[in-house]
């Protein structure tokens, strides 16, 4: 799963998430439902970060947790949106709900930039 280009990348099964863990430092990952409001009011806020030059050492990742249930289970989601922060395979941050400036200060904060 090398990125060649940014954006966010769908993650349709738990081997492709494990090998977005294996290779990427940060990775930040959208959990979502196709049928939840406020994941379509903030998925291109998401959308637009995954572009900004200020965040590409990141991996954006999504995964429809009606889609991978077991792994939405594993990763203990609860609501969504739920944004998860990844750092060399472990979690280390998470916003739950749609927050457009606390999803910023989420990807600043991983970054540090």
């Given amino acids: ?41 903030i998925a ?9 030059e ?12 009606d889609q991978l249930p077991d792994l939405a289970q594993d990763l203990s989601i609860r609501a969504m949106p739920t944004f998860k922060i990844f750092t060399n395979g472990e979690q280390t941050d998470e916003l739950v709900g749609a927050n457009p400036n606390a999803l910023q200060a989420l990807l600043v904060k991983a970054t540090g930039a």
């Fill in 1 to 41: 799963m090398l990125r060649l280009t940014r954006g966010i990348f769908p993650t349709n099964s738990v081997e492709a998430w494990k090998e977005a863990l294996e290779k990427n430092k940060v990775v930040m990952l959208d959990c979502f439902a196709t049928w939840c409001g406020p994941c379509k009011a």
């Fill in 44 to 52: 291109p806020i998401l959308a637009k970060h995954s572009n900004d």
């Fill in 54 to 65: 200020q965040f590409k050492d990141v991996f954006f990742a999504k995964i429809d947790v």
